[in-house]
């Protein structure tokens, strides 16, 4: 472990989707992974159903047919979009992180019980996603504490149906909502993320409002 003692605020504001800076060739041990893991049970859910699930993806012939899926559902994703000049860094270094998925020593499929409404309000799925998402910046925070590093993916969710029938998961009973690439970081710079100010994104009393 490599990890750099932070205070809250200081993991709050480095934790980032870590793609270039993954160790490619330093296996992650199931301990470290299952330690995170314990941490990231601990995020709330709606009325304290704790719906998710991890399966922990190892095996280099299985992380190769995960990752020739996410290839292509991140292909489609950007061939379906023009991206703004700002934005050409970060697609580069997704494009990077989907070249290299297969090299990645530990997939995490984050996967919620049930799957989402397919139709009702905004209410029913607010509950469903927002069940679940707290859980996987918890072991985001978990794991940059810990030295790790890794970002939520979402491409392969694309071809949902095919990694499910791959790796057994019941497609009708349970959603993956995540896929989170794990790796010891190399060493580097523990910044800050680039992001707007508080104050130019909070309105007071009435949207845009000063």
């Not at 200081?10 to 980032?16: D, H, Q, V």
């Not at 810990?146 to 392969?156: E, K, P």
Request: hydrophobic share 40%.
């Amino acid at each position: 472990m490599n990890a750099v003692p932070m205070n809250a605020a200081e993991l709050l504001r480095t934790t980032r989707a870590f793609r270039r800076r993954l160790d490619l060739t330093r296996p992650v041990d199931r301990a470290e992974l299952l330690d995170c893991l314990d941490t990231a049970v601990h995020a709330p859910s709606g009325t304290n159903r704790q719906p998710w699930r991890f399966l922990v993806v190892q095996d280099q012939r299985t992380r190769q047919q995960i990752a020739e899926y996410y290839r292509k559902g991140f292909a489609a994703y950007l061939s379906a979009r023009t991206p703004r000049p700002d934005q050409l860094a970060d697609l580069a270094s997704g494009r990077y992180l989907a070249e290299c998925m297969h090299e990645v020593p530990a997939l995490v499929l984050v996967c919620s019980l049930g799957r989402p409404p397919a139709t009702g309000s905004a209410l029913h799925l607010a509950s469903f996603y927002g069940s679940i998402y707290p859980a996987v910046w918890s072991f985001l925070l978990a794991m940059h504490e810990r030295g790790l590093g890794g970002t939520m993916t979402t491409a392969h969710l694309a071809y949902e149906r095919e990694v499910a029938e791959l790796l057994g998961i019941p497609f009708d009973e349970v959603t993956q909502v995540a896929l989170v690439p794990v790796a010891h970081l190399r060493p580097g710079p523990s910044k800050s993320s680039r992001r707007l100010p508080a104050a130019e994104v909070t309105a007071w009393e009435r949207w845009g409002g000063a």
